[in-house]
């Protein structure tokens, strides 16, 4: 493989490239990868990250507190400061962080990333480093240990690893669990070079074999995507382990509070024994029973615990995370009743299982062409939901359920008639392919007993005869209804102008001085219909979201978010909150979150990818504000009704240079009572919203609606980018200008300082020879005076044989003198070879002196000269940057969505509302009056016609209706009971009609009017 140096550049590049239209959307950070996409616990390390709109990243976040993450810095010259290194991080990871898949998101100038998947391991990491494209240059991969890597496209990557006849290993690769594009294939081959395993979509899309080595020797491991597709999107993990591995756990859930005894099947189970009945590609089991509690706290029991990838249609389940010894960890859910194990045999109608409702069955669709049988007893009028949940736990099956009477004649003799066959729940076909696609191949039904005796369930598999897995296990939940709902909210760029085809990566992000909108899924429960008031907490102060009521029914919603001209940019988790009257009870459900795993320009060639988080990341983008922004009227509720008219103030605030139109849309208003788009001219700051509610269909109720407006502005994606490269260039000019007059002094200096050298050198010289001729000087004086002693003891040695010679003694005398002078003239000589010698000392220190000041001029001039050099060389580049930035980040169009704020309108039926109270008694044959008061609301004047209705049976009273005339409130009944007026009290209904902008509308009140018999005289 001819890499490896990570293509930054050309992770924004996918197989299908986006519409054009997509390109020109405002910018949102985006992290398709994380590179290594895990590492050891207790470890360090380097990890490089990428995407699109990555502008000056500020942090990487993950979702367990002991993992963190510091930006590596570095200077890119000595003349500029410290900067960070272009997506590069160290990530540490604590030595208590359990083994797992935790959210990686990285934090920059425009928001929260969507997140990436990070894994922390049990065995040690290596990375592959390239070039194992072939098996003679195969990488080595060690036995417990996990290689990280990805593979190219049109290519495959190799791996070498020594193994001994017998030997059992797991090679488990991790890609699409780890929100990678690769469609994993891996196959190994024995030393002799043959096939001997091969797995693809064992779990998922990713591979997985259980190895025993049938020989010594080294084994060869290859590793491809299916499609031969390639890039830094297709990354992976490899482990070759011996640790233990779960593939499921029987029953699959337990009720809270318990602590039971389930079954893990798996392999390498530390006590586990041989699993004889179950195998998975041909592979035997082994299974281990063990007591697992159960958590027993609401906030536990209503919480969808993630780990790994866990699809949009799993978003309204309920389960913890159950963790096995090193294990990666496997979910168990909560059952809604008393969990029952499938009995076998039970394929066959004559060998139903009884159980007692409501249960919670846990059974498998194995093998293949498995149909399992339950039945129960049943009073006629009892209700139950019966619940098949599997396709929703991560098996790709497809359930159907057949549910049957079952009555006995006298003779014992069964009669069985159809009930309900069920299968997919009725929006399935409508929602595939939709965005977070949450519906579901899990038939649901809910069933009334019509009668008291046997009722019988069948469930098994449409995909059933294709596929054998003992994985493929099943919840069949038959309970009492138990009205509930969950909420999940999904980070969904909001695309300008909208492109159904599309689907954008990255997440919510909410500019300074603007609004966003989210989305909101409501999964509805057991029958339960009522309204769910939305709102979020965790919002700095400057962000506003007004609660939202999602209409009974409804299973959508959308909130609207409004930062403060001055906020400041805000990153972190919020919760949204769904609340709702359950049964007359408050319940309270917090969302758990949607995201976008990959972005698509058309989703009919490349399908997009989605998948459910814990957490719901949201930011303020701060440095950034909108450039155009409404505010639809006063941020309150607008109550009307049927029949009115209403009219919301629009403001329009435009920033910078915007100047254009903007036509508002409206959004989410029902057909009923949809207005007419709103053009708001470039030069006007200000417009009107009229709303007509006479349409007979219109239905009273909260709604949430807004308007939006497409448009184009100007924006550069980093001008801190551009003030960056100025600053730098200005470093650099600022270090040449310092630079270029040090240089010429260090070049005068060095100068001098060669002079001085020269002439110390000289004057060294000069000693030298003053040296050199003192010690000559001296040597002779010795010389002389040697001589001169020599003849003086000649003398006296003379002198002593002839003592009278008076001559001798003479010659002794002389000799004498001429020693002591010699002597003395080698004594001077001798001080001046002294001076001498101070004097070549004193000369020598200087001109070493000198010496030294000369090399350290010349190299500070040396020195400073080629730093100059080099800031000359570094201009051209500071230059370029400037100008490379400068042009990068030149104002251009984008397409973006002016979200207005929220509208909440509350519509009620009428804008009457009838005031009286009960007249005296009416005796028979006398009159009595009834006043009524008409209150008028939301703009209502015109006539109204008051009637007063008599129960069934009353008779002998007589009243005529009244009209109240318009923008009049007071009227007047006579109400005239006959001689033989019906006596008692009666319950009469008073009814006022009128027509509001041609809608009839109308309102009532009951009264109860006494009518007292009077006895005849």
Same mark, same amino acid.
Request: glycine share 6%.
């Given at each position: 493989? @001819? ?111 969507? =997140? ?92 997985? !074999? ?10 060869i491991v290859m590793l491809y995507d299916f499609l031969y597709r390639g890039g830094n999107d297709y990354f992976y993990r490899l482990a070759a382990h011996t640790g233990p591995h779960v593939e499921f756990i029987f029953p699959p859930a337990g009720l809270p509070g318990s602590n039971e005894q389930y079954t893990i099947y798996g392999r390498n189970l530390p006590g586990g024994e041989p699993s004889d009945y179950y195998s998975v590609a041909g592979q035997p089991l082994q299974k281990l029973t063990v007591s697992i509690p159960v958590p027993a706290d609401g906030a536990a029991t209503n919480r969808l615990a993630v780990s790994g990838r866990v699809e949009p249609r799993a978003f309204g389940l309920d389960n913890f995370m159950y963790r096995f010894n090193t294990a990666s960890a496997s979910p168990v859910y909560f059952a809604h009743a008393p969990v029952v194990a499938e009995q076998e045999p039970n394929n066959e109608s004559g060998q139903s299982q009884a159980v007692t409702v409501p249960c919670e069955v846990a059974g498998q669709f194995y093998p293949a ?100 897995? =003992? ?19 999904? @980070? ?67 909130? !609207? ?66 450039? *155009?922004?409404?505010? *639809? ?98 470093? !650099? ?42 010690? @000559? ?21 003379? *002198? ?106 509350? !519509? ?42 008599? =129960? ?66």
């Amino acid at each position: 493989m @001819a890499r490896r140096q990570f293509l930054w550049s050309s992770v924004i590049v996918s197989l299908l490239l986006p519409a054009a239209s997509l390109l020109a959307q405002l910018p949102s950070t985006q992290l398709s990868s994380v590179f290594p996409p895990g590492g050891k616990f207790g470890t360090t390390v380097d990890v490089q990250v990428a995407g699109a709109d990555q502008v000056d990243l500020q942090k990487l976040v993950f979702s367990h507190p002991g993992i963190v993450a510091a930006q590596k810095m570095h200077k890119p010259n000595e003349f500029l400061d410290e900067q960070p290194l272009a997506g590069q991080f160290t990530v540490t990871i604590a030595g208590d962080v359990p083994s797992g898949v935790y959210q990686a998101r990285v934090v920059g100038r425009y928001g929260v990333s969507n =997140p990436r998947a990070f894994t922390v391991g049990v065995y040690d990491e290596l990375h592959e480093r390239g070039g194992n494209t072939a098996t003679t240059s195969a990488a080595e991969l060690k036995v417990d240990s996990t290689i990280s890597g990805w593979v190219d496209a049109n290519n495959r990557d190799y791996f070498k690893i020594a193994l001994t006849k017998g030997q059992k290993i797991l090679l488990d690769c991790v890609s699409e669990r780890i929100d990678s594009r690769m469609d994993a294939t891996l196959v190994v081959f024995d030393p002799s070079g043959r096939e001997i395993a091969k797995s693809r979509d064992h779990s998922g899309a990713d591979p997985f !074999i259980a190895l025993t080595a049938p020989s010594d020797g080294e084994y060869i491991v290859m590793l491809y995507d299916f499609l031969y597709r390639g890039g830094n999107d297709y990354f992976y993990r490899l482990a070759a382990h011996t640790g233990p591995h779960v593939e499921f756990i029987f029953p699959p859930a337990g009720l809270p509070g318990s602590n039971e005894q389930y079954t893990i099947y798996g392999r390498n189970l530390p006590g586990g024994e041989p699993s004889d009945y179950y195998s998975v590609a041909g592979q035997p089991l082994q299974k281990l029973t063990v007591s697992i509690p159960v958590p027993a706290d609401g906030a536990a029991t209503n919480r969808l615990a993630v780990s790994g990838r866990v699809e949009p249609r799993a978003f309204g389940l309920d389960n913890f995370m159950y963790r096995f010894n090193t294990a990666s960890a496997s979910p168990v859910y909560f059952a809604h009743a008393p969990v029952v194990a499938e009995q076998e045999p039970n394929n066959e109608s004559g060998q139903s299982q009884a159980v007692t409702v409501p249960c919670e069955v846990a059974g498998q669709f194995y093998p293949a062409g498995d149909k399992d049988y339950v039945q129960f007893e049943a009073k006629k009028g009892d209700v139950y939901y019966i619940d098949v949940v599997a396709h929703r736990l991560g098996s790709e099956v497809d359930p159907y359920l057949v549910v049957e009477r079952v009555t006995k004649d006298d003779k014992g003799e069964e009669t069985v008639a159809l009930t309900a066959n069920v299968d997919d729940p009725g929006d399935r076909n409508g929602r595939i392919g939709s965005n977070f696609d949450s519906s579901t191949d899990d038939p649901t039904y809910r069933f009334t007993a019509d009668q008291d005796t046997t009722y019988r369930v069948s469930v098994w598999n449409q995909y059933g005869t294709s596929t054998s897995d =003992p994985r493929h296990v099943y919840r069949l939940v038959i309970r009492k209804p138990a009205p509930d709902f969950r909420v999940a909210a999904v @980070a969904e760029r909001v695309q300008a102008p909208v492109n159904a085809a599309a689907v954008l990566a990255g997440t919510t992000s909410l500019w300074r001085g603007g609004t966003t909108v989210y989305n909101v899924q409501i999964q509805r429960r057991d029958g339960f219909n009522d309204a769910v008031e939305l709102s979020v907490e965790g919002l700095p102060g400057s962000v506003s979201c007004p609660p939202v009521i999602v209409a009974p029914g409804a299973t959508s919603g959308i909130l !609207i978010f409004k930062a403060a001209d001055d906020s400041s940019t805000w990153s972190d988790n919020v919760r949204v909150v769904g609340k709702a009257k359950v049964e007359g009870q408050d319940v309270v459900r917090y969302a758990r979150g949607g995201v976008t795993v990959w972005e698509t320009g058309n989703r009919v060639q490349q399908p997009a990818n989605f998948r459910t988080t814990e957490e719901i990341a949201f930011a303020v983008v701060g440095d950034d504000h909108e450039k *155009a922004f409404v505010q *639809a009227g006063e941020e309150k509720v607008w109550e009307t009704s049927r029949g009115a008219t209403l009219e919301i103030p629009l403001t329009v605030v435009r920033r910078d240079d915007f100047k254009a139109d903007l036509t508002l849309v409206p959004q989410r208003f029902p057909a009923e009572f949809k207005p007419g788009n709103v053009v708001v001219k470039a030069a006007d700051g200000a417009g009107k919203l009229a709303l007509s509610f006479a349409n007979a269909k219109t239905k009273p109720g909260d709604y949430l609606v807004y308007l939006r407006a497409d448009t184009k502005v100007k924006h550069v994606l980093n001008p801190v980018a551009i003030t960056q490269a100025q600053a730098e260039q200005k470093q !650099i000019d600022a270090a040449i200008a310092a630079l270029t007059p040090k240089a010429a002094e260090a070049v005068k200096a060095k100068d001098i300082a060669v002079k001085a050298a020269t002439d110390a050198a000289a004057a060294a010289k000069v000693a030298t020879d003053a040296k050199t001729a003192a010690d @000559a000087a001296v040597k002779a004086a010795t010389d002389a005076a040697k001589v001169a002693a020599d003849k003086a003891a000649a003398a006296k040695e003379a *002198a002593a044989k002839d003592g009278a010679n008076e001559d001798l003694k003479k010659a002794v005398t002389d000799a004498d003198v001429a020693k002591t002078e010699a002597d003395k003239a080698a004594v001077a000589e001798a001080e001046k070879q002294k001076a001498a010698d101070a004097a070549l000392v004193t000369a020598q220190a200087a001109a070493k002196k000198a010496e030294e000041a000369k090399v350290a001029a010349e190299k500070l001039a040396a020195d400073t000269d080629a730093t100059l050099k080099r800031a000359q060389a570094a201009k051209p580049a500071a230059d370029k940057k400037v100008t490379d930035t400068t042009n990068a980040n030149k104002p251009i169009d984008k397409n973006v969505a002016v979200i207005s704020t929220p509208i909440r309108l509350r !519509i009620v039926n009428t804008p009457l509302k009838l005031t009286a109270n009960a007249p005296g008694a009416l005796k028979q044959g006398a009159k009595v009056e009834l006043p009524v008061v008409l209150e008028r609301l939301y703009g209502f004047v015109d006539p109204a016609e008051v009637t007063v209705e008599l =129960p069934k049976g009353v008779a002998g009273i007589a009243v005529a209706k009244v009209t109240i005339a318009k923008d009049q409130k007071d009227g007047k009944f006579e109400l005239t009971a006959a001689a033989d007026a019906t006596p008692g009290d009666h319950t009469v209904t008073i009814r006022v009609k009128a027509k509001f902008n041609k809608l009839d509308v109308e309102a009532t009140q009951q009264v109860v009017l006494k009518v007292e018999k009077v006895e005849a005289k």
